[in-house]
Nanobody, 115 residues
Framework: QVQLVESGGGLVQPGGSLRLSCAAS????????MRWYRQAPGKERELVAT???????DYADSMKGRFTISRDNAKNTMYLQMNSLRPEDTAVYYC?????????WGPGTQVTVSS
């Protein structure tokens, strides 16, 4: 059973940056697909970014050019570098990892963008 734990969230001013981490308790080489999602209060969970084991990445339109997803297979960790943050980026950010039989989720980390 793999556990995922997000970290790096916090309070940041508009225009600021944060780097989120998603650490796995086991090898992430077992996961072809890893993703970041977010959920703002009163809204549905939305997909932020996807990274495949090949290194292919994809982003939601509103994140393109501002967010960068990456993964370090040696450290069993996925990252989300978030720049030029906006108040509308305020949400709980979750990571997931798609395994051959199951998708694993972390508990989330809060990101608040406010002056």
């Amino acid at each position: 059973q793999v556990q995922l734990v997000e970290s790096g969230g916090g309070l940041v001013q508009p225009g600021g940056s944060l780097r989120l981490s998603c650490a796995a308790s086991g090898s992430i080489l077992n996961f072809n697909t890893m993703r970041w999602y977010r959920q703002a209060p009163g809204k549905e969970r939305e997909l932020v970014a996807t990274i495949l084991i090949s290194g292919y990445t994809d982003y939601a339109d509103s994140m393109k050019g501002r967010f960068t997803i990456s993964r370090d297979n040696a450290k069993n960790t996925m990252y989300l570098q978030m720049n030029s943050l906006r108040p509308e980026d305020t949400a709980v950010y979750y990571c997931d990892a798609v395994g051959p039989r199951k998708t694993y989720w972390g508990p989330g980390t809060q990101v608040t963008v406010s002056s």
